[in-house]
């Protein structure tokens, strides 16, 4: 029988922790150029895992969510749920993190896409 030992767990926590930062500094590089043109590596990287922590204050953990968290960050700043809209939505009652990040990218949609009819 294989036994894997706490530290093996830590290091394949962190192994993919580099992987994903890695893979979203790519995209966030490729769609976001106006963004992180003025940034190196090193703040693209710093960017990425502060906003990782700020999203798991809120329960966000899922890949796509911290990745989400981090586009919508990038706009706005690591802390954007310092902003008292932003934290109303992102702590509504009744509600899963992850429904509450989708959520918060509906409203941030709606107020940069208003219909001047």
């Known amino acids: 029988m294989m036994t894997i030992r706490p530290e093996q767990f830590k290091a394949f926590d962190a192994a993919a922790e580099r992987d994903l ?3 979203l500094m790519m995209f966030l590089r490729e769609e976001m150029p106006e963004h992180t043109a003025t940034l ?8 990425i895992m502060k906003a990782a922590q700020c999203a798991e204050r809120h329960g966000i ?3 796509l969510g ?5 586009c919508l960050s990038l706009a706005t700043g690591p802390f954007l749920a310092d902003n ?8 509504a009652p009744g509600t899963e993190p992850e429904e509450q990040l989708h ?3 509906e409203f ?3 107020q940069l896409y208003v219909d001047d009819d």
């Open 21 to 23: 930062r890695m893979r």
């Open 40 to 47: 190196d590596d090193d703040q693209l990287s710093a960017h």
């Open 61 to 63: 953990e899922s890949d």
């Open 66 to 70: 911290v990745a989400q968290y981090a």
């Open 84 to 91: 008292p809209l932003i934290a109303a939505v992102l702590k």
């Open 103 to 105: 959520a918060l990218i």
């Open 108 to 110: 941030i949609d709606s």
